[in-house]
């Protein structure tokens, strides 16, 4: 039996998720005994509504083990809290998409007014590691971008990756296995618009190289507030916000799994308790853009042999109506979160995203900074006799 616990925290305007997979495992001396073991993940870690909620929750993990972090891009209502939880937590595992080094130098350019996050851009591996409490023990897994080839084989977590540092294929299924029943984690790192030749010619024409983060840092810190006055204006001119990349990621059965399994999912949330026999999958999305006819088919094609599992999406974007689409919800009652802030400026989530989530039969879960609006889901599972 495997007992997967899922939450989504009350932390406003960002993102908090967590999951405990409660499994348990033969005594190493006494194969009669069984050992109960956990397996924590999260996915972002921000908010810029409320700091104090945000902190509020990490601590409530305070010196627990989170075996994986996923994070979905590099936009600080999603990572704010990172250097928080890597302090107040073990983390064993960071993984994050991976950005072109023009993208850091952008990113980093573009908020060089805040100097934590600009340092995180420019050098996100450097960053998480001098934050971490685990120190050089915190392994980094980037993400490729998608380019619609083969993703590799299964990355086993229980094996020590050979260096501190690795790259996968988008697509490469994560997993534990030695799990009492196979779940597994499948990110694909999805790439927006490229801006390698205009970040390219705007550093051309103003003479500057930069090919490392201490490059970028020395010309952000040149005690000369022109050079860096210079540099940002050049920056401003790019298009764009941090939204270029985005991880997404599946958490559910996997596919490999021959037995029938019986799922049994147990919602509750300040206004309704809800328990059905029904598909026990989550499809976060952090701010992917859904929203147009290319993007849906490139979420929806790669992620299509595990969809008749999902039963819970993350809404994109904290509901905004330019990232939602109606077919996420396609599935018969599907629970639809959106995470946004009670008075954030954006107005989030969209009316008209609520009103094609209630058409589509879809079930909108609110989560904000209150304590009430945090979201439990209870998974249990068992293998269906014959």
Request: hydrophobic share 30%; glycine share 8%.
């Amino acid at each position: 039996m495997l007992f997967v616990k899922r939450i989504f925290h009350p932390v406003g305007q960002g993102g908090f998720f967590t999951e405990e997979l409660r499994y348990h495992t033969a005594h190493k001396k006494n194969s009669k005994k069984r050992t109960r073991e956990v397996f924590r993940v999260a996915y972002d870690c921000g908010s810029v509504t409320s700091k104090v909620a945000l902190e509020k929750q990490i601590n409530t993990f305070e010196n627990k083990i989170f075996d994986v972090l996923f994070i979905s891009h590099f936009d600080t209502d999603h990572i704010n809290g990172l250097k928080y939880l890597l302090t107040k937590c073990v983390v064993e595992k960071v993984v994050l998409p991976a950005i072109g080094h023009d993208e850091q130098i952008r990113l980093a350019v573009m908020y060089s007014n805040n100097k934590e996050f600009s340092s995180f851009c420019a050098d996100p591996a450097g960053y998480i590691r001098r934050a971490s409490r685990n120190g050089e023990g915190t392994k980094i897994i980037f993400v490729k971008p998608y380019t619609g080839e083969g993703s590799g084989e299964e990355l086993d977590l229980d094996e020590e990756p050979s260096s501190s540092i690795t790259t996968i294929d988008s697509g490469r299924i994560i997993k534990k296995k030695n799990l009492s029943l196979p779940w597994v984690y499948i990110p694909f790192n999805f790439e927006g618009e490229n801006r390698a030749a205009e970040v390219a010619k705007t550093l051309g024409s103003m003479g500057v190289s930069i090919k490392t983060g201490q490059d970028l840092k020395n010309y952000l810190d040149d005690p000369n507030p022109k050079v860096k006055d210079d540099i940002i204006k050049a920056f401003k001119k790019i298009k764009g916000g941090p939204n270029t990349n985005s991880l997404t990621l599946y958490s559910g059965p996997d596919l490999d799994e021959q037995r029938q399994i019986c799922w049994l999912v147990n919602i509750e949330s300040k206004n309704f308790f809800h328990s059905c026999s029904r598909n026990p999958a989550c499809i976060y999305l952090g701010d992917y853009d859904a929203g147009g006819g290319r993007k849906w088919r490139q979420l929806y094609e790669n992620f299509e042999s595990y969809w008749h599992y999902v039963g819970t999406i993350q809404i994109p974007h904290h509901g905004a109506k330019k990232n939602f689409n109606e077919k996420l919800c396609d599935n018969t009652s599907m629970f639809c979160v959106i995470a946004s802030g009670l008075d954030n400026r954006y107005k989030h989530p969209h009316p008209d995203t609520l009103k094609s989530i209630l058409n589509s039969k879809g079930m909108p879960i609110l989560v904000n900074e209150s304590d009430h609006s945090i979201c439990h889901f209870e998974i249990r599972s068992w293998v269906r006799q014959k």
